[in-house]
């Protein structure tokens, strides 16, 4: 599901541009071995998701077109009543970035998935 940063604390907002190659400063979806879906609002904003599992991230992107390749992203972290949300999606682009996944000890335990190992106990 795809929605605007505006909704969503989480939702990081990027500004995208192309690279002439994929560095180190550089987020190319191709190159991602992650789940990547894109959803282009307009020419100049698209929204992404990229996942593995239950775990996300999502962002809202204007300037070029996330599709392609690689791109430069840049951030406005200004809105310090979402800035803890923000770092912590910044942190696990980060992490996707670097090392081709998104690692659980940037995301929290589903409060159900407890209830539902008790369930499966409780039936053995």
């Not at 989480?10 to 500004?15: F, I, K, Q, R, Y």
């Not at 987020?27 to 998701?49: C, H, M, T």
């Not at 409060?111 to 008790?118: F, G, S, Y």
């Amino acid at each position: 599901m795809f929605w605007s940063a505006a909704g969503d604390p989480a939702v990081l907002p990027v500004h995208a541009i192309v690279a002439a190659r994929r560095g180190s400063d550089t987020l190319d979806r191709l190159g991602l071995p992650l789940a990547v879906a894109i959803f282009r609002e307009s020419p100049q904003r698209e929204y992404a998701v990229i996942a593995h599992g239950p775990r996300h991230i999502r962002l809202e992107s204007t300037g070029d077109s996330l599709i392609g390749g690689p791109v430069r992203l840049s951030d406005d972290l200004a809105d310090f009543f979402r800035l803890r949300a923000q770092l912590l999606t910044l942190n696990r682009l980060e992490a996707a970035a670097r090392s081709g996944r998104l690692p659980t000890r940037l995301y929290d335990r589903d409060p159900l998935a407890v209830r539902w190992i008790h369930a499966l106990a409780a039936r053995t």
